[in-house]
Every structure is written in C-alpha cells, then in structure tokens.
C-alpha cells in the first residue's frame, strides 16, 4: 500500500494469464459526486473509461490527472455520462469545453439526451427536452463537428443506450482492447418518466427546447463552469459552496442539484429521483472472452431496476460474481436493497463521496453490505475520502471485531 501524488482512490487487479492483462480503477475526488477513471490492456497498449465528471468545483481534480498523461495518450475509448445530476456531469461539461485545448479525445461517448429521448417509443408522442440534456447534447455535438468523428452513443442500436424489456437480452458492446460492457439500466420506462418532468426544467429555467443560443448565452455566463484550457496548475478558485450568482444558480438546479435526496431513515430502495431512475449502468468485464475481472458501475441507478437485468443474467437463486461494486448514489439507502445484494457474490465495496451536502454514506447503506456479504472472504470497504461520515469505518478494533476491512486515502490517496 503506498501513497500516490493524485487524490484518488485505486484498486488496481494484475490478472493472471498467458498475457500481461492489467486492469486498475480510480475513484478521483469528485467532492459528493462521482469521477471514475478506469483502465485496462494487455502490456502493450492501455485503454481508458472515464465515468462522470463530478460537480464543477472538482473538475480540477480530473483536469490534473488527464494532464498527467502525455499528450499524445490523452485518450479514452469511452465517456460515460450516466445521468443529469450535477454531481455526475458539471465536471464533463467543463471538460468538452476543455477538450481541444487538452488534445483530449473520445472514442465513444455515451449520454442519453433529448434526441435519445424523443426516439424512445411514447404513447403520449410529444418531443420534450430539458436544460441538461439540450446542454450536453450541443457539447457532444461540438465535439462531432469538430473532430469530424461520430461518437454519442456509438455502439447501441438506433443510438439509445437504454434496455428495451421486450427484448430477449441485454444490451452489449464490446470495447477495443476485449473489454466487455453490459447495459443494466436505464430501461426505456425510467427515460420516459425523465422525459416527461423536463417540460417544467425548461420553463422554470426559461430556455426554450432548442434553442442553441440561449443555450451558449447561458453556458458562457455561468462562472462555475469555464473551461480551464491546457495549463497545468491553473487556478481555480471555486469551492464547494452553492452557486454564487443567478446564471449558475439557475444552471445548478436544472442540472438536477439540490432536491428530492431521501432522508438516511427512508426506506431501502425506495429512490423515485427521475434522474437517478435514467441512469446509466454496466457490468464491466475484462477480458471479454475470459473473464477474470467483472465490476458493476451503477451511477445513481434505481435497485429495482438493476434487480431485474440481473435476473436477465442469473439463474433463479444465483449470484453474480463481482471483483468490485461501485455503490448507486454515493451509498444512499434509496439506492441499495436486500433483494439487489442476494444475487451478488462481492469481493470489494467502492463509495464515492466527502459526504458534503446529503452526508452520504448512509450508515444504514453500509451496515447492510456488512450484514449481507456471503463471502467468501471479509467484505473490503474502498473510500475516496477521510471524513466525518466516513471515518467511523477506519477503526481497526471495529473492523477486527467485525470481520470486515476498510480502506481510506493515506495522506492524499489509497493505492494498490
């Protein structure tokens, strides 16, 4: 175990074979949100997925570490923005409008918008579009433009990545370098309730549907999230306090900020946030053929759902075996259940939050992974962060008396 100069958290797996396999994910500090930086290959060459971007006051976080790479390896086979909170997609906000001065680059990037959600069947047929997704979706749309490359949601069928219950599996994409990616959620159900409250976020946020230079007027008055450009070690002087104007207020709350988190005594998987209902989720594995690493990146998503594409995958009874679970919604109660935890067999517990604002994780969240780990082995708890809502898990009599092990940054990161 040995400290790293980035703040993040690393769990880093060499895989056994008759190739140099190498997988490693870091949980970057992305403050009460999620930056997930992931990467895999075979000793020769190194592929990258990065997952959500954090608010904005983190980006400088995600900045600094892609500057770490060289510039010609600056990047990714793939972009995931799992959904429309502000804690998961400020910080890629930040980073398209960086990309160029970064020679930053995207294979794939994944995000279902108002184009994708307008191409979801609807009974009640009516285009509707929110602020979020209107916003990113004009980024992706630079990106397309400017790199002459198209990339948004490349990979699914009609470009949706959404899971259509009629069909008989799940959907699938495999990577380049043998990585292969299993959509677990959003259904097209969960899209279309998201669709249908964005009417309101466009009114109260008094954008209309479509409308690119209200869109760019409003992105450029918003202080919270300018682009940094190419120097390393610019400063930033945002913290982690709420918007401090009315643009980036306005911005905040229609980027999903704010409204509607369960209280810690709620019930188990009882979240009914519409944007958390959308999110993107995968089960990773790695390598495709074989697998020997097999993770489930959940975003914020809904148990329910995940509960119901795992029953897509697992015979009655079984569990799915798992080298690591990156807890829904920071290790919300709303978003962990029994049902979710009785068809999985888990080695390691990744959560991903300072506990800043919903002072996540709950303790009831992760007093249920303890009581509900089947092993083999103890459960291994990975925090990205030391605080006041994490530290009651680093207590080394607690974890011996209770079988269990927990991991937190050592000075500035944890690494394996």
């Not at 972009?79 to 429309?84: A, F, P, S």
């Not at 502000?86 to 160029?100: N, P, T, Y």
């Not at 184009?115 to 630079?142: C, R, S």
């Amino acid at each position: 175990m040995a400290a790293d100069a980035r703040s993040a958290t690393r769990l880093h797996a060499d895989l056994k074979g008759s190739i140099a396999a190498m997988f490693r994910i870091e949980m970057l500090p992305a403050a009460h949100g999620d930056c997930l930086w992931i990467e895999y290959g075979d000793g020769r060459e190194v592929h990258r997925i990065l997952i959500d971007g954090g608010p904005a006051h983190a980006y400088p976080a995600l900045r600094e570490r892609i500057l770490h790479l060289p510039a010609g390896e600056r990047r990714f086979d793939l972009l995931v923005i799992t959904h429309i909170d502000a804690d998961h997609i400020e910080g890629v906000v930040r980073l398209l409008l960086d990309a160029e001065a970064l020679d930053c680059r995207f294979e794939r990037i994944w995000f279902n918008g108002r184009d994708q959600l307008n191409a979801v069947p609807d009974p009640a047929g009516e285009p509707l579009g929110g602020v979020q997704g209107e916003l990113l979706g004009m980024l992706i749309a630079d990106y397309e433009q400017r790199t002459g490359q198209a990339v948004h949601n490349l990979g699914f069928a009609g470009a949706l990545a959404a899971i259509d219950r009629k069909d008989a599996a799940l959907p699938v994409v495999e990577l380049p370098g043998a990585c292969r990616l299993t959509l677990l959620s959003p259904d097209h159900e969960r899209l279309l309730e998201l669709k249908d409250n964005w009417a309101k976020e466009l009114k109260a946020a008094r954008v209309p549907s479509g409308d690119i230079a209200k869109l760019r007027e409003r992105l450029a008055a918003s202080r919270s999230l300018r682009p940094l450009g190419d120097v390393l070690g610019a400063d930033d002087d945002l913290d982690d306090n709420a918007p401090d104007d009315e643009t980036d207020a306005d911005l905040a709350d229609t980027l999903g900020g704010g409204t509607g988190e369960p209280g810690a005594d709620a019930p188990f998987g009882g979240d009914t946030s519409r944007a958390n209902g959308s999110s993107i989720a995968l089960l990773l594995e790695y390598p495709a053929g074989q697998p020997e690493v097999r993770f489930l990146l959940t975003g914020d998503a809904w148990a329910p759902v995940l509960e119901a594409s795992l029953d897509r995958l697992l015979a009655p009874g079984a569990r799915l075996a798992l080298d690591g679970f990156k807890l829904a919604h920071h290790g919300s109660v709303a978003n962990i259940s029994e049902p979710l935890l009785a068809r999985l067999q888990c080695a390691n517990y990744l959560i991903s939050t300072n506990g800043a604002i919903f002072h996540h994780p709950h303790p009831r969240c992760v007093e249920l992974l303890l009581k509900s780990h089947p092993g083999p082995g103890k459960p291994r708890l990975h925090f990205n962060y030391l605080t006041s809502t994490t530290e009651a898990w680093s207590r080394k009599a607690d974890q011996t008396a209770r079988r269990y092990q927990a991991f937190h940054p050592k000075g500035l990161s944890l690494g394996f």
